[in-house]
Nanobody, 125 residues
Framework: EVQLVESGGGLVQAGGSLRLSCAAS????????IAWFRQAPGKEREEVSC????????YYADSVKGRFTITSDIPRNTVYLQMNSLKPEDTAVYYC??????????????????WGQGTQVTVSS
């Protein structure tokens, strides 16, 4: 059974940093993609970043480029989202989603069939 568990959220002041973790189980990081999404109250869900095995490429939303970094720790089956220079507008519930089969999840979000429960990130001004 595929499971995703996010952790690392919290309250931080603007300009601070947090590192989110998405620990995956039930599949190995052979052909995979894992994406981070966020949703703020009253706003649409937004894809923030993605990493996949197809070509090792990464994706970042324009709003986080240069501030967020996504990495994968294959032996630990964990993907991290390092968030620096946080802004109040980064406040949201952050979710990770996985494509455990094709590796094309960063190109085709329809393959991201598994989701974690989310972790709250709050950035105070």
């Amino acid at each position: 059974e595929v499971q995703l568990v996010e952790s690392g959220g919290g309250l931080v002041q603007a300009g601070g940093s947090l590192r989110l973790s998405c620990a995956a189980s039930g599949f190995t990081f052979d052909n995979y993609a894992i994406a981070w999404f966020r949703q703020a109250p009253g706003k649409e869900r937004e894809e923030v970043s993605c990493i996949g095995s197809v070509d090792g490429s990464t994706y970042y939303a324009d709003s986080v480029k240069g501030r967020f970094t996504i990495t994968s720790d294959i032996p630990r089956n964990t993907v991290y989202l390092q968030m620096n220079s946080l802004k109040p507008e980064d406040t949201a519930v952050y979710y990770c989603a996985a494509d455990p089969k094709t590796g094309y999840g960063c190109y085709d979000p329809r393959t991201l069939g598994y989701w974690g429960q989310g972790t709250q990130v709050t950035v105070s001004s």
